[in-house]
């Protein structure tokens, strides 16, 4: 079985600032990691991925995140804080042998402050 | 444009009642999946199929029923059974690779389901 577990269901961040979401998952097998993006009323947005290879994995709008073995996690990061990113974030986890189920966690609110 | 339609976007459901929320696709995606989210639970998977004419359960699929008689189509019922129907409904679509990697998957703009 996986699990994922996000740190903070709500965080707040100052326009410039950093942002740094907080994911730890639980698998018996190489995990995929995901992370995807909710703005209100939509449907999810691929960030990124991470498969194999590299461990620092970059994806759109100037997020990144990096795979630890170690100590099981997958945070999402960004230098700098625009007021667009302020939506909803989910990490996400994979099995490849189930193909393309996703397990997904409580998902973590970004709020923007100007 | 290709992507994932789902109607309506608002649906309200009586006692007793079954509902059918619609997804569409013009992918050519072969594998479709239904997601529930409720506030703080992130997304649960309540029926997935990898291939027309064949559907697997997901974690949450008590109350719920799937077809998927054409590939571009997985239209999920909420029915009677299901005690607590409110909550928005994703669907979404992939394409499964050779060698069963994991491709991203592509979501709808989600079904807000409440009950009257």
């Known amino acids: 079985a996986q699990s994922v577990t996000q740190l903070g269901s709500h965080v707040s961040v100052s326009e410039g600032a950093l942002v740094l979401l907080r994911c730890n998952y639980s698998s018996s097998v190489p995990p995929y990691l995901f992370w995807y993006v909710q703005y209100p009323n939509q449907g999810l947005q691929l960030l990124l991925k991470y498969t194999t290879g590299a461990t620092l994995v970059k994806g759109i709008n100037g997020f990144e995140a990096e795979f630890k073995k170690s100590e099981t996690s997958f945070h999402l990061t960004k230098p700098s804080a625009h007021m667009s990113d302020a939506a909803e974030y989910f990490c996400a986890v994979s099995d490849s042998a189930a193909g393309n189920k996703l397990t997904f966690g409580g998902g973590t609110r970004v709020l923007v402050k100007p | 444009d290709g992507g994932i339609t789902q109607s309506p976007k608002y649906l309200f459901r009586k006692e007793g009642q079954n509902v059918t929320l619609s997804c569409e696709q013009n992918l050519n995606h072969d594998a479709m999946y239904w997601y529930r989210q409720d506030p703080g639970q992130g997304l649960r998977l309540i029926y997935y199929?990898?291939?027309?004419?064949?559907?697997q359960k997901g974690d949450i699929a008590e109350g719920y029923s799937v077809s998927r008689e054409k590939k571009e189509s997985f239209p999920l019922t909420v029915t009677s059974a299901q005690k607590n129907p409110t909550a928005f409904y994703l669907c979404a679509s992939s394409i499964p690779g050779p060698r069963r990697r994991n491709e991203k998957l592509f979501f709808g703009s989600g079904t807000q389901l409440s009950v009257l």
């Open positions: 199929s990898q291939i027309v004419n064949d559907f």
